[in-house]
């Protein structure tokens, strides 16, 4: 079962706006973590964020995680062509001896138009 | 530094048959995750090694096996192949040890059951 469920399914954008991606999640969570998949290739960690924190910033992504809402939002800002790609959103659940289970909602496919 | 590696990059298998993938966590990392990826989907979680044990277990058949070897390296098992098994398998490093909560994924190994 998939705990994530991001929104919207599909964002098409131009270069150089910002893109905002949405996800919420069932349960209680212990981090959130975004990821970033080219062409059905390997995930790219972009940035995690844990239950304590509210925004944490990378570079030109800018994530928001309000757990009493049970949602968290990705902002790319000055998007480029190579940010096409799909952008998963998982729910971490820290386990005694053990890393992360992660849950993954279906992603959202993002294109950015030259 | 070499980051997570995964081998073969594709395998065709018939239904019935059995296969085994491989791979190796980054530099500094003790567990190994296994997460499922079917068409269109986000990944789904398998299990996951830690000092050599499965730690967690996903919602998967006991056709689904692994082990994780003295250097963290990790291999999964596929037993009787069916059809449904064709996806996307990836494979994910982390840190218990280091507190690492931030997984990162190899490329993947792209099953096809026929």
């Known amino acids: 079962s998939q705990q994530g469920e991001e929104d919207p399914q599909a964002l098409s954008i131009q270069e150089g706006e910002n893109a905002t991606m949405n996800c919420s999640y069932k349960?209680?969570?212990?981090?959130l973590q975004w990821y970033r998949q080219n062409s059905g290739r390997g995930l790219v960690h972009l940035i995690l964020i844990r239950s304590n924190e509210r925004e944490k910033h990378s570079g030109r992504l800018r994530v928001t995680l309000d757990t009493s809402k049970k949602s968290s939002s990705l902002l790319i800002t000055a998007s480029r062509a190579a940010d096409t790609a799909s952008y998963f959103c998982?729910?971490?659940?820290?386990?005694?001896?053990?890393?992360?289970?992660?849950?993954f909602g279906k992603g959202i496919t993002l294109s950015v138009r030259p | 530094d070499a980051g997570v590696t995964q081998s073969p990059t594709h395998l065709i298998k018939t239904r019935g048959q059995q296969v085994t993938l491989r791979c190796s966590p980054k530099?500094?990392?003790?567990?190994v995750s296994w997460y499922q990826q079917a068409l269109g989907q986000g990944p789904q979680f398998i299990f996951q090694?830690?000092?050599?044990?499965?730690?967690q277990r996903g919602n998967f058949p006991d056709r689904f096996s692994g082990h994780q070897f003295p250097n963290y390296s990790s291999e999964l098992n596929v037993n009787a192949l069916l059809l449904g098994d064709s996806a996307l398998y990836l494979c994910a490093s982390g840190g218990v040890f280091r507190g690492l909560e931030t997984q990162y994924f190899g490329p993947g190994t792209r099953l096809l059951v026929l």
């Open positions: 530099s500094g990392h003790d567990t």
């Open positions: 349960t209680s969570i212990n981090n």
């Open positions: 090694y830690y000092e050599e044990e499965e730690r």
């Open positions: 998982a729910t971490g659940r820290l386990y005694t001896g053990a890393n992360s289970k992660l849950t």
